[in-house]
């Protein structure tokens, strides 16, 4: 048990004022990663950086690449082996047409008790909140056993280029357990769906529109590929059914294309074409299964549709080579993620929020993927997704956060780290 008067020295060196002015400063910096316009996450780094020295804790910052660095902030609490991990990435995506925005999307304005603008809720504010919770766990001079590492990272909005190089650098090797700060209304995620992502390629021959004959139509085994990948959702959906967090897993063909390149004409027949699908996993799906199963439908639909040919045509009398080919690559593959109910940082995370909110918490999983998914996936570190902002919120035109929940959540991680810290009789 953690004595109340622990707890309350904990919470009272955590200033409100400075988490807001924090996430306003970040907020302020445009770090959409654009090189045509000349931002990056550099300024954003560098003012995480600034704050992290103000504070005397042990920063490294390193360059994953050009005008994108990670900042990587430690401070070793107490003796003790566990090595608690905060995430909180300093990319933020494009504000859109800004003419939308009926704020500033980098003015950081306050209405009410909302803060507005582009990151305020995805992840600046839960970012700023990781970095006060660990300063008010230093200030209030509680024993702890263990390090807190804060990794700052770039690029987790694309291709998740900061928490790869953090792996690669060797910083997650010793980190038993990671909270990563994302927007999730006060819900515990411990789960996360997986992606695997794919092209099927059809080629078959040009050939002008009004003499089909001369040429071999991609169109019908591009029909078929689109009502196979339902057929599969509709398989994945009643053999896996609905997980309690997660939902239901998914097949979705997103980019319907032909022809594969250049100008779609109408009177000519395209001799490639593909089919993007986007496929959304739950834990008991095997992506290796559905690898197998994707491939499979390629060679069955290239199968039918040369026999279709075929069979036309020997009826038309006619002359032609059956090659259509049908081919798949599989462009992305990232596991889901499930931590245990059990581990110490979901109980953590589950007494934070227990005694900050003063409610039951409420467990949930993450539709999308963030730099969490490689640390789990690569190194296996259980990981809790939690934060304040409303979860419909991220990549909106007028994004906000609000600021209470916004306190709110700095408590909830410093108590969190306090908890999971906290010197074990057993040890
Ligand atoms: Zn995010």
């Known amino acids: 048990m953690i004595p109340d008067e622990t707890i309350e020295k904990v919470l009272n060196e955590i200033d409100p ?19 045509a316009a000349g931002t990056s996450e550099q300024l954003a780094a560098e003012k995480v950086a600034q704050w992290a020295h103000t504070q005397e804790f042990e920063i490294l910052q390193e360059e994953v ?17 566990r090595k608690l991990m905060f995430e909180g990435h300093t990319d933020v995506v494009t504000p859109g047409d800004v003419s939308e925005w009926s704020y500033d999307p980098f003015g950081a304005e306050i209405v009410g008790r909302r803060m507005y603008g582009r990151g305020a809720n995805d992840t600046k504010g839960n970012l700023a909140a ?4 660990m300063k008010a766990l230093k200030k209030s001079g509680v024993k702890l056993a263990g390090t807190i590492v804060e990794g700052v990272l770039c690029d987790e909005e694309d291709q998740m280029l900061g928490v790869r190089d953090f792996i690669d650098r060797g910083h997650a090797d010793a980190i038993t357990a990671a909270v990563i700060c994302e927007p ?6 411990i789960s996360q769906k997986g992606a695997l992502r794919a092209r099927y390629t059809v080629s078959g021959r040009m050939s002008h529109g009004a003499m089909p004959l001369a040429g ?3 169109a019908p085994a591009m029909a078929r590929l689109i009502d196979g990948l339902h057929k599969l959702e509709l398989e994945a959906v009643t053999k896996m059914g609905h997980d309690r967090y997660l939902g239901w897993p998914s097949f979705t063909p997103t980019v319907i294309q032909a022809p594969m390149a250049g100008t779609p004409q109408l009177n000519v027949m395209p001799g490639r074409a593909q089919v993007l699908v986007d496929i959304r996993t739950i834990p008991t799906q095997s992506h290796s299964q559905i690898k197998n199963n994707l491939k499979t439908l390629a060679n069955e639909i290239e199968k039918q549709v040369c026999s279709d040919y075929e069979r036309y045509d020997r009826k038309l009398d006619l002359k032609r080579t059956h090659d259509l080919k049908i081919e798949v690559e599989f462009l992305t593959d990232r596991p889901c993620t499930m931590t245990d109910r059990d581990d110490p940082i979901v109980q953590a995370a589950d007494w934070a929020t227990r005694n900050i909110t003063g409610k039951e918490p409420i467990y949930a999983g993450v539709p999308g993927a963030t730099d969490g998914t490689y640390l ?12 304040g902002g409303d979860r419909q919120v991220p990549h909106q035109v007028n994004e906000w956060i609000d600021l209470d929940q916004l306190i709110e959540t700095a408590k909830i991680y410093a108590i969190t780290a306090l908890h999971y810290l906290y010197p074990r009789t057993d040890t």
């Open 17 to 35: 004022d400075e988490l807001i002015k924090l996430t306003a400063e970040l907020v302020r910096i445009n770090s959409v990663w654009d090189p």
């Open 65 to 81: 690449a050009p005008g994108r660095p990670n900042v990587v902030i430690t401070w070793p609490a107490g003796s003790g082996d």
């Open 130 to 133: 990781m970095l006060v919770a």
């Open 184 to 189: 999730q209304d006060g819900l515990i995620c």
């Open 216 to 218: 071999l139509n991609c």
């Open 376 to 387: 789990w996936a690569l190194k296996r570190i259980p990981i809790v997704t939690m934060g």
